[in-house]
């Protein structure tokens, strides 16, 4: 039974550093499980995430997924003033999110050591392109570099062309993932222990972290890792077919008892019994002549008829999804991932749900990422530093916020 009225991440309060991915995705995360996220961007270098991706009616569509559930209060870090402000709110949180260039935050006087003599309980998350430490950790690091030095480019596209890009932004997605699972760690051991600490999340690390058995492959046998295309090496059938209506399918069925199934859904069943393709091994030996001989069954077909046959022989094979097949799926639609969230400007906002799914206490969106920049200024310093209204607008004045 769920427990709507409770989240999981309740009275965690967060204060959120950074522009475009990495942080703020981390951010997000918490958020989305009940976490006070307070976003701060500087009165005049605001967010570029928030004029990233398409616009409607001059609204950026990718700010109000990356930011919901967020506050939004600006604060010049740059300024001493600004920065013994942001002291005192380190004094009100559990958790402080940057992805700085390392160093920036000690230049401001507001570093890890700093921070925890004021608040010993406090988390610090820092994601940067290396690592706060290392012979790199200075340089400027983005995600598309990171993806190329953790190794995903390496092996990402067709064999007779250059690396390809993923076609998102894994890099920074990774990285916030693992920054979300150390904030996570590192709340649970403060349990214990009583004592915050620093989270470090590389963005070559996270990418790297997930490269499988690259290394061993190069270390102990030899094989460097090279670009495949679809092509899964010596696994198959795994890969992508055409079909009558020029859209593709993808079918994996590279296990003995799937194969057999499948052969039976292409009414071939003797390709289960052929030397060539009777065994794992001999079908990944043979793996071109096989996908040869499947394509040549899925052109003949529509994508439908295809995966209709499919499922009835309970063969594992999907479409290639759009936007437009994603919003018409009754399944996404049944698990509740696309949500419409209201928007001041825009009305219904569609954007993704909440992964994972609690049963008891399952994650909300409650409101769309703040179209105004410092729209919760007077709330946050009125309710957290006791901040008068002739205050706020002194700070307003001087430039701080």
Known sequence: MMDLDTQPLEGMKVLELGSLLAGPFAGRLLADFGADVIKIEAPDRHDPMRQWGKEKDNVGLWWPIQSRNKRSITLNLRDEKGQELFKKLVTEVDVVIENFRPGTMEKWGVGYETLSSINPRLIMVRTSGYGQDGPY??????????????????????????????????????????????????LHEREKSGKGQVVDTAIYESVFSVMESMIPDYLLAGHIRERTGNLLPGIAPSNIYPTEDETYVVIGANADGVFRRLATAMDRPELAEDEKFATHVKRGENQIELDELIEGWTKTLSAEVVLEKLEIHGVPAGKIYNAKDIVSDPHYLAREMIVNVDHPQLGNFPMPGIVPKLSRTPGKIKSAGAETVGKNNGDVYRHMLDLSEEDIRSLREEGII
């Open 137 to 186: 950790s200075k340089r400027a690091g983005f995600g598309s570099v990171a993806e190329a030095m953790g190794g995903l480019r390496n092996v990402t596209g067709f064999p007779d062309r250059p690396p390809s890009r993923v076609g998102i932004s894994i890099g920074d997605t990774l990285a916030a993932l693992f920054a979300t699972i150390g904030c996570l760690t590192a």
